[in-house]
Structures are given as structure tokens and as C-alpha cells.
């Protein structure tokens, strides 16, 4: 019997935890020189864009999951596959925030960016226990309401 969908989604997975952990590696080796501060039109296009990148992934995993629940002929999904959905999508998430959390933000907008990135955090920490609850709560409202306020329009959680 064949296991594509699980092979595919730990692929996906291993590919974007790599990604992540070459996020600001530059050819520089000095910790004290930093990357110069964006301005909030960079800050939000580059922002948008991890956003829909990783909230797209996770929109493909869903789907993922659902096409198999429809094949199995069952109603409801099982615990261990919602949990298994809900811990990719918690992946996902958890991909946004480092890699917001990368980029530079323009000064004044620092505070508020850190906010967006600790309730982010914050939601993450509490969803850990029960992943499988984010597929049945609005555990990230908070913040995604700091993220569209803050003009992060694709950054719905």
C-alpha cells in the first residue's frame, strides 16, 4: 500500500523548516551588523507574501486531508487525522512568525509588529497542547486582527 500524502506533506514540510533556518543568513559574519530597517511598504509586500506562501501550504494540506476523508467514506475525520492536519497547520503558522519575525520593520512600527508576533506566539504556545483544535476554534483571531490592522491584508489565520 502506498503513502503518498503523508510522504508529501513531511517533504513539504522538512523543505520549509530549511527554508526557514536560511532566513537571514547573509555572506556577513559580524552579529553586530543588521540589515537595514524597511520601510512599511517592503515590510508589508514581503510580509503579504510569506503570508500567502505559508497560509497556501496549509490551505494544501486541508485539502489534502479532506480528499482523503472523502476517499475513506467516513463522515467525520479521526482523531489522529485532524490531529495530524492541525499540527501542519500549526507548521505553517509557526513558519509566519519566524519569518515575520525576520524581517527588519520600519522603527516606528517596531512595537507593534513585535505585538503581532508575540500574540502570534502566545497562540501558537496555547494550540500546542490540543493541535487539533485549530481546526475547530478561532484560536489566532487576535492575531490576525493585529495583522490586518497593521496592514497585513493576506495574513488570515
Known sequence: MRRTCPNKVTTALVTA???VLNVGCGS?????ETSPALTKAQFLKRGNEICEKRLE????VVKAAV????ASGQKEASKQLQQEVGESVLSSY??????????????????????LITTLE?????????????LSTEIFGEAAEAGRSYGLDTCNF
Open 17 to 19: 523548516i530549511a527554508l
Open 28 to 32: 556577513s559574519n559580524n552579529p553586530e
Open 57 to 60: 501550504e496549509k490551505d494544501d
Open 67 to 70: 480528499k482523503k476523508l472523502a
Open 94 to 115: 509557526r513558519l509566519i512568525a519566524n519569518e515575520l519575525g525576520s524581517l527588519e520593520p520600519p522603527a516606528q512600527d517596531k512595537d507593534e509588529i513585535e505585538a
Open 122 to 134: 502566545d497562540s501558537l504556545d496555547e494550540a500546542d497542547s490540543d493541535p487539533s483544535s485549530v
